[in-house]
């Protein structure tokens, strides 16, 4: 089936590590994002990118970084930068001329 | 800065009432909007759109009406059934561009009594 899959669907980090959260699609969309949600808040825009080898920071991008080095995969890394990681992580994709984003099920990362 | 809020926090209603759910934007730039639901644990599930150029659209049991005089959106689901409880957000689409970057609104609780 196509989709987007997140991995794992929950994690756990020690404060002061770094942790990758993995992203596939096999929509062979060109965009892929991640948001972060916090409870009782709506998603925000961490990075995304538009096309394999590039990226570009969203609207909270300090503490994260990604990569693009595939077309399907986007995977995210949690940095012992970023001072408040707990919350929930949602993936998306879009191809161009769509508006609409796709999700996955998300990955609930808590820093223990 | 510009953003997309809700009016309203939760909404509660019986099991076969209509329901509608509000958005304001403040971006006259924004020419795309979206609504999602969005299930406790789950991601967000694409449940309708609108493109500025529309005042009015039609799915199974939603409708989703564009006000831009106003900058106001809103979603209404005929027939409100259980699973349809859930959060609903409205998103919308700055810069232009065509692909899906959103900007979300707080959301909506919706619960539906039986």
């Known amino acids: 089936d196509g989709g987007i899959t997140q991995s794992p669907k929950y994690l756990f980090r020690k404060e002061g590590q770094n942790v990758t959260l993995s992203c596939e699609q096999n929509?062979?969309?060109?965009?892929m994002y991640w948001y972060r949600q916090d409870p009782g808040q709506g998603l925000r825009l961490i990075y995304y990118?538009?096309?394999?080898?590039?990226?570009q920071k969203g609207d909270i991008a300090e503490g994260y970084s990604v990569s693009r080095e595939k077309k399907e995969s986007f995977p995210l890394t949690v940095t012992s930068a970023q001072k408040n990681p707990t919350a929930f992580y949602l993936c998306?994709?879009?191809?161009?001329?769509?508006?609409?984003?796709?999700f996955g099920q998300g990955t609930r990362l808590t820093v223990v | 800065g510009e953003s997309v809020g809700l009016h309203l926090p939760t909404l509660s209603v019986q099991e076969g009432d209509n329901s509608i759910i509000n958005c304001a934007y403040s971006?006259?730039?924004?020419?795309?909007f979206i609504w999602y639901k969005q299930e406790s644990g789950k991601g967000p599930q694409f449940i309708i759109d609108?493109?500025?150029?529309?005042d009015k659209r039609q799915g199974q049991r939603v409708t989703v009406l564009l006000n831009k005089t106003v900058k106001h959106l809103s979603l209404q689901i005929a027939a409100t059934q259980p699973g349809d409880s859930a959060v609903y957000f409205c998103?919308?689409?700055?810069?232009?561009?065509?692909?899906?970057?959103?900007?979300f609104g707080q959301g909506t609780i919706l619960t539906v009594h039986p």
């Open positions: 998103a919308e689409n700055i810069g232009g561009t065509s692909y899906g970057k959103l900007t």
């Open positions: 971006n006259s730039a924004s020419d795309y």
């Open positions: 998306a994709s879009s191809m161009e001329g769509i508006g609409e984003a796709f």
């Open positions: 609108i493109r500025s150029n529309m």
């Open positions: 929509l062979n969309h060109d965009a």
């Open positions: 990118s538009q096309i394999v080898n590039d990226f």
